[in-house]
């Protein structure tokens, strides 16, 4: 199972908008709505700021928003501020009836 | 409040078998609403899904891991574990489990994390 497709990284001053993209193909992210969205900072476990698409878990800020159109999904974060600063990850359901992860992006505050 | 916590060595010999265990607190692994799985990470690099299972004992395998890897689950304890064969360097990382929320068999996001722990293959 290849990997999503994701940017290696992204970079913006804070206060602005930024939109990450993870692209697959028909059999995961355009084949089912199962697409999830993770942030990780440096030594720390990832966690969970999008599920199913769009859904923020109760917590995560709605600064953080998810999309999909075909077969590619995004993440765009609002307003961003310093603590945004990590390594967000996309994940998907597939046709073998397993989870993919997308290569990651690093996301840099200037 | 639920929370998951991975044991193991941190070094193991090339050739030989890595096991890891996963043991969950606050909560039921024999929970219906989720499946338990292992994903890892290489220094430097992205996450890699490895394994999952139900409490039913239902497993699902990463493609290009499945003939080196058995996950378990023990309801007795609330732990799973994984064992992966035959390991090398290349398989040296942070081996996380976590949590996983389904919609009938499909997996669908991790939500709960454990903290990871890391794992070095080497003589």
């Known amino acids: 199972q290849s990997a999503l497709t994701q940017p290696a990284s992204v970079s913006a001053s804070p206060g602005q908008s930024i939109t990450i993209s993870c692209t697959g193909t028909?059999?995961?992210?355009?084949?089912?709505?199962?697409v999830s969205w993770y942030q990780q900072h440096p030594g720390k476990a990832p966690k969970l700021i999008i599920s199913d698409v769009s859904n923020r878990p109760s917590g995560v800020s709605n600064r953080f928003s998810g999309s999909k159109s075909g077969n590619a999904a995004s993440l765009t974060i609002s307003g961003l501020q310093a603590e945004d600063e990590a390594d967000y990850y996309c994940?998907?359901?597939?046709?073998?009836?397993?989870?993919?992860f997308g290569g990651g992006t690093k996301l840099t505050v200037l | 409040q639920l929370q998951l916590q991975e044991s193991g060595p941190g070094l193991v010999k090339p050739s030989e078998t890595l096991s890891l265990t996963c043991t969950v607190s606050g909560g039921s692994i024999s929970s219906n609403h989720y499946y338990w799985g292992w994903i890892r990470q290489p220094p430097g690099k992205g996450l890699e899904w490895i394994a999952s299972?139900?409490?039913?004992?239902?497993?699902y395998y990463n493609i290009s891991l499945q003939s080196r890897v058995s996950i378990s689950v023990d309801r007795s304890k609330n732990q799973f574990s994984l064992k992966m064969s035959s390991v090398t360097a290349a398989d040296t990382a942070v081996y996380f489990c976590?949590?996983?929320?389904?919609?009938?068999?499909?997996?669908?996001?991790?939500?709960?994390w454990g903290q990871g722990t890391m794992v070095t293959v080497s003589s």
């Open positions: 028909s059999s995961d992210v355009g084949a089912y709505n199962y």
């Open positions: 299972i139900y409490y039913t004992g239902s497993t």
């Open positions: 994940s998907s359901y597939t046709s073998r009836s397993t989870p993919v």
């Open positions: 976590a949590r996983t929320i389904h919609s009938g068999e499909s997996q669908t996001a991790f939500d709960i």
